[in-house]
Structures are given as structure tokens and as C-alpha cells.
């Protein structure tokens, strides 16, 4: 799921030209090197929690940013609900610790 996820909002920044490639990708909105993406399908592995969190932190700010602009509004209302997807994500795979 965390996956397809990613693959989503590479192909929407693609789409609309905010990035050109996976390695683009796996760089400016990973957080990891632009091998990322490519390596991720050749383990057939998920990227991790981590990765997942610091794209949802980036979709955020990039939506902050572009939604004082009107002429963006509804690009950054995409990128927030990326965004949030994510963190839903995040949030469904954390664990709970007891403090007590």
C-alpha cells in the first residue's frame, strides 16, 4: 500500500511537471538517493515509514506554499491530500507504547 501511495503522487508531480523522473523523485520528495524508487521494485520491497513521513512533510509544505497563490489553490489542495494520505498511513502503521 505505502507503494502505491508513492506511485501516485510521482505520477501527479509528474503530471503537472514538478518532477521529470523517479531519480528527481526519489531525491527532492524521498529524502533518499534518486536509486530509491528503482531499487524499492527490484527487492520487491515498501519503502519505509520514514520515507513516507518526509514525503507527507514536503507535499505539506509545498501545498502551504502554493496555496497562497491562487492561481494554485487547487494543485495545493492535491498536494494536501497526498499528503495526508500519508500520514494516514504513517499513523496506521505506528505503534502504540504503554507509559504506564
Not at 5 to 17: A, M, N, R
Amino acid at each position: 500500500m505505502k507503494k502505491v501511495i508513492l506511485d501516485e503522487i510521482f505520477e501527479t508531480l509528474s503530471g503537472v511537471g514538478v518532477v521529470s523522473t523517479e531519480g528527481e523523485f526519489s531525491q527532492d520528495w524521498l529524502g533518499h538517493c534518486e536509486s530509491y524508487l528503482r531499487t524499492l521494485r527490484f527487492k520487491n520491497a515498501e519503502p519505509s515509514l520514514g520515507t513516507i513521513a518526509i514525503c507527507a512533510s514536503r507535499l505539506q509544505n509545498a501545498a502551504d506554499q502554493l496555496g497562497a497563490l491562487p492561481r494554485y489553490q487547487p494543485l495545493a489542495q492535491q498536494l494536501a491530500s497526498m499528503s495526508i494520505k500519508c500520514r494516514s498511513l504513517v499513523d496506521a502503521d505506528s505503534v502504540e507504547f504503554d507509559l504506564g
